[in-house]
Every structure is written in structure tokens, then in C-alpha cells.
């Protein structure tokens, strides 16, 4: 775990409050540095199986290939849960969860490759690996399965109200205006039958209290 030195009491300290924010999410902003030495930052869906971040992406993507090679990565990830409204806007803020992990890329190896893929999409639509065929040897072939190792890290998480203002200021509202993601009722493809049930999967996700609730394991590819 890395020290934080702004705002220090927002600090979490345990692997317990990584892993709770890790789980919550399912984007983060992986960021490394590309073999002709510029910035490489990306937007990608992960999931945490036991103590390694997995992600996945296209075989082409070259800084993708470089990392993989065991080039110092970081993953970014934060859910903005609300909007703090002070009485002045010196002290207005947001409520958020964030972490921050340092470490790096390496395959997964071709004996745990299908069971990551698979873990990762069960922890974004639990059970949906159970439902469909089995990836195929040339989808495997295109996709880069990569897990990130957990070298470093830090938690902040501010869940409060405003500051109480030293002096009043004349009877400005001030509070917290809560942020949530949900899921709205599943959409079907326009070429599926239009007497397909929804599966259970894709049931459970929209009955969820948020859009996106990992439920990784605790056991590592």
C-alpha cells in the first residue's frame, strides 16, 4: 500500500476496503507506458479474481503487447456516489470511492485462460458463462487475457456531508445529492425471437440494486 498525503483521513488501509472498491466497479483506466515511450491510457472492463486484477483485450493492440511483457502498469478506478453542496463553493466536494493499483501485466497462460474470460464475465453478469457456448479456439486466438498483479495500491473513499461552515452565511441549503447507477429493464437484439425469455443471468443484473455488482471469488486463475 502507498501513502497518502492529501487528505490522509480518506484513507483506507486494509486489503479488505481494496478489494470492496475493486468489486464495485467494473471500469477502470489502465495506464502504461508504450514501447516508444509515450503514455498509454485506456478505458477497460476488469474484474478482481482473487488477489489479480483481470482484463482482457484485442492481441493487436500494440502497448497491450508491450505491457504484457511485463511493463509497469497502473489501473485507475473511482464511482462518484454523490454530490457534496456546501453553503459556499470553496467547500462544495463529491462523495466517492476510489483506488488506485500499481503493478504488472502477464498473461494468464492457456490452462487458466478460459476460466479467467469466464470468471470475468460471470463478474459482470453472474452465471452468463453457464449459459452460452464455449469460446471458441480462434476467439481465444484474438483475445489477450492478462492479469495485473497488486504491487501497490491506495484507497480514498469521502462519504459525508459538508464541512460545517465556521460562520454562517445567511441560510444557504446545503447537503448531499446521492448518485447511484441502475439497470433498466434489458433490451432485446432485433434479430432474437421475440418470445425469448430473459435468462436468468441478465434477470439477476437488472434485479440488482446497481447496474454493475461484481461478485469476483476469491480464487486466483
Request: aromatic fraction near 4%; include cysteine.
Amino acid at each position: 500500500m502507498n501513502a497518502i498525503r492529501r487528505h490522509p483521513e480518506r484513507a483506507r488501509h486494509e486489503l479488505t476496503d481494496l478489494y470492496a472498491v475493486l468489486d464495485a466497479a467494473a471500469v477502470g483506466t489502465l495506464a502504461t507506458v508504450a514501447a516508444d515511450g509515450t503514455p498509454w491510457v485506456v478505458p477497460m472492463l476488469y474484474a478482481r479474481i482473487g488477489d489479480v486484477v483481470i482484463l482482457h483485450g484485442s492481441t493487436g493492440a500494440g502497448a497491450l503487447r508491450h505491457a504484457r511483457a511485463g511493463a509497469p502498469a497502473a489501473l485507475s478506478v473511482m464511482m462518484l456516489d454523490g454530490i457534496v453542496v456546501a453553503d459556499n463553493l470553496f467547500d462544495s466536494s463529491a462523495n466517492y470511492r476510489s483506488a488506485v493499483v500499481h503493478g504488472t501485466l502477464r498473461d494468464v497462460g492457456e490452462e487458466a485462460e478460459v476460466s479467467a474470460l469466464e470468471a470475468m464475465s460471470d463478474a459482470l453478469v453472474p452465471g452468463r458463462s453457464t449459459e452460452v457456448r464455449a469460446t471458441t479456439r480462434k476467439e481465444r486466438a484474438a483475445t489477450a487475457t492478462c492479469a495485473l498483479t497488486m504491487d501497490r495500491w491506495t484507497v480514498k473513499v469521502r462519504d459525508a456531508p459538508p464541512t460545517r461552515p465556521a460562520v454562517t452565511t445567511g441560510g444557504a441549503w446545503a447537503g448531499v445529492v446521492p448518485l447511484r447507477t441502475v439497470a433498466d429493464p434489458p433490451v432485446p437484439a432485433a434479430w432474437i425471437d421475440s418470445e425469448a425469455p430473459v435468462p436468468d443471468s441478465v434477470r439477476r443484473l437488472v434485479e440488482g440494486a446497481a447496474g454493475f455488482v461484481t461478485a469476483a471469488g476469491d480464487t486466483g486463475p
